[in-house]
């Protein structure tokens, strides 16, 4: 198989005033993106997620200020889409509203409501809970797929929290459709196109396989929907790699492949509320039918790493555009499997 897990194995030495002003040494490693080739850079800290802020406040004030998306605002405060595109204006489905993004960040967008609670603990997202809006966001890339037959791109995505870039405490999911794909989503396209016309065989399977055989990132199964920690991090602590591995394209995504991706999805927030990290980001990847790519997803905790409220985004992510992780995620990959198979 042509799948390499490549790393390199380095350290920086200081005088450590922890350790006595002991002459000491840090190792790390730098790490190849399996898919990709990108890279980022693995520690093995002592790091533990801190106290969760006051909630209640932070809630609060959400209230206070005004929110949109709540049931006695969302009428007179949200905008509709088009005739020609969604005729009914919105598109509901039970509690969830799906309503247009007045941030477009593509040529069609919308903003998914999850229910009218304008609060819903992580540990209460359940798959009950979640499946009203992502089914309402399906319904809508369906309905730009057949409105447009120029997209190339869709896209789910959530933050979660501020920690995770929400401006609003209310939960929300963004879906995004558009000609002009993402640029992880164009490496990632580009990149298995390669593998198969290198090997004559698809990335994906081999990728999943390997996974499997070793173990050490392995988390578990959804019916077809494979999930493992990914080699290289996106966040400051490990994140997850999801796979839809019968699917290229959201689609033609069945209901049951979506409720199984749910079913996941609660179990990997499930560990999330264990570790007392209570925001994250999730982004699922799609196009069109392609035979060399498949549906993924990244799921990534996001928190204020101290007291003093700073962000765990430095100019390493947001300039150089090289993620590194506090833990490897084979360290971590055994409780997030534990609980993920309960």
């Known amino acids: 198989m042509g799948i390499s897990f490549r790393k390199i194995k380095a350290k920086t030495r200081l005088i450590n005033p922890l350790k006595g002003f002991i002459a000491d040494e840090i190792p790390f490693e730098i790490r190849f993106d399996p898919l990709t080739g990108q890279t980022g850079r693995i520690f093995n800290l ?6 969760r802020p006051d909630l209640l406040n932070m809630i609060q004030r959400s209230k206070d200020i005004f929110c949109p998306f709540c049931p006695e605002a969302l009428e007179k405060s949200t905008p509709l889409f088009p005739k020609d595109v969604i005729p009914e204006g919105r598109i509901r489905v039970g ?23 304008h609060y819903v603990a992580i540990e209460d997202l359940t798959v009950e809970k979640m499946k009203d809006a992502f089914f309402a966001a399906h319904t809508f890339i369906k309905r730009i797929r057949d409105f447009d037959p120029g997209v190339d791109g869709f896209y789910l995505n959530w933050n979660y929290m501020p920690p995770a870039g929400s401006s609003l405490i ?22 298995c196109r390669k593998y198969y016309a290198k090997n004559g065989r698809d990335f994906w399977q081999d990728f999943i396989e ?30 997850v790699w999801c796979v839809f591995t019968e699917q290229s394209s959201l689609p033609g995504l069945g209901s049951d492949e979506l409720m ?32 060399c790519f498949r549906i993924n997803a990244k799921i ?35 409780k997030v499997r534990e609980i993920f198979q309960k």
């Open 46 to 51: 002592q790091y533990t997620a801190p106290e």
């Open 170 to 191: 209310h939960p929300h999911i963004q879906v995004n459709c558009g000609e002009i794909l993402t640029n992880q989503h164009r490496i990632q396209l580009e990149s």
């Open 210 to 239: 390997i996974e499997k055989e070793s173990g050490e990132r392995f988390v578990g199964e959804t019916g077809s929907i494979c999930w493992v920690m990914s080699y290289v991090s996106q966040s400051f602590l490990p994140d």
């Open 95 to 117: 509690q969830a509203s799906l309503i247009p993004n007045l941030l477009p960040l593509d040529k069609y967008a919308g903003v998914s409501i999850l229910s009218h609670d």
């Open 300 to 334: 990534c905790p996001r928190l204020l790493p101290r007291p003093i409220g700073n962000s765990d985004q430095t100019y390493f992510q947001t300039i150089h555009k090289e993620p590194y992780s506090v833990n490897p995620p084979e360290g971590v990959c055994g």
């Open 260 to 291: 199984g991706f749910l079913d996941g999805l609660s179990r990997i927030l499930r560990y999330f509320y264990t570790e007392n990290i209570y925001s994250f980001n999730v982004s699922i990847f799609s196009g069109k039918e392609d035979k």
